[in-house]
């Protein structure tokens, strides 16, 4: 069974543009548990189903809400929501509201997936060939991003790719607004060199520098260690892997 907070309140219409939708989800599958939170005299006339679980809440997150504000509103659906997917281990969390609103809540309380130091919003495409899928990311929770960052978003596209897709082992592809040499923001013809495994000149150990040229904040213990996480992380990012091994003196 699969079990999801609904945030009814985000959508531009209220409860009222999300109802048809929340519907048409239970006729097609008997298989769900739906906690809906929004206004509770609306909800209990349109849902009288017994996995249907409604929680009244009294405040709705603007769509211009600030980071700190949407923090403030305990009572507001989507907060609710949020919290509800934690404190009852539900499968996810859906909501038509504010963007930067629902990101703020989902990273503070859901966290992020380990590894990954900021979220992105994936957007599946349709594609050409039967059985062909393509997932985009990201597609507007930031407007720039480090190189570290766009392999957190490959990192998070394969997760999906594979979850939602039953795709082994999906190809990973950096997307630019052309292919000339000059074409593209620094942190994106940056990922198109190098990725580098090297000795760490101050500790004992060995470490990754990204295509940007700052190093991972993870170091590893033998060569053999770093050179696997360095081959994973140049193949997500789109670059070459380079080695160097040296005396430390």
């Not at 309140?9 to 739906?34: F, Q, R």
């Not at 990754?208 to 050179?227: F, Q, R, W």
């Not at 696997?228 to 892997?241: D, P, V």
Request: with cysteine.
């Amino acid at each position: 069974m699969v079990r999801l907070a609904i945030d009814m309140m985000g959508s531009d219409l209220g409860p009222t543009g999300l109802i048809p939708g929340v519907k048409a989800l239970l006729k097609d599958y008997d298989d769900v548990e739906l906690h809906l939170f929004g206004d509770e005299n609306i909800l209990k006339e349109n849902f009288t189903e017994e996995n249907v679980i409604i929680h009244g809440t009294e405040e709705i997150v603007p769509m211009e809400v600030g980071a700190l504000k949407v923090l403030r509103m305990k009572n507001s659906s989507m907060m609710k929501a949020v919290q509800c997917t934690v404190d009852e281990d539900l499968d996810g969390v859906v909501s038509a509201g504010s963007t930067g609103g629902f990101l703020t809540l989902t990273t503070l309380i859901v966290k992020n997936v380990e590894g990954v130091l900021r979220a992105g919003l994936c957007a599946p495409f349709l594609t050409v060939k039967k059985g062909k899928y393509v997932a985009i990311l990201d597609i507007g929770a930031s407007n720039e991003n480090t190189a570290e960052e766009l392999a957190c978003f490959a990192k998070l596209g394969k997760i999906y790719s594979s979850t939602m897709w039953n795709i082994e082992n999906p190809s990973v592809y950096l997307l630019n607004n052309g292919a000339e040499e000059g074409k593209g923001p620094d942190y994106v013809k940056a990922n198109k060199t190098k990725v580098t495994c090297r000795p760490c000149k101050e500790e004992n150990n060995w470490e990754i520098e990204a295509p940007n040229g700052k190093v991972l904040s993870k170091h590893y213990n033998t060569k053999s260690e770093c050179v696997k996480a360095g081959r994973q992380y140049a193949a997500e990012c789109g670059a070459t892997l380079y080695i160097e091994d040296y005396d430390k003196k």
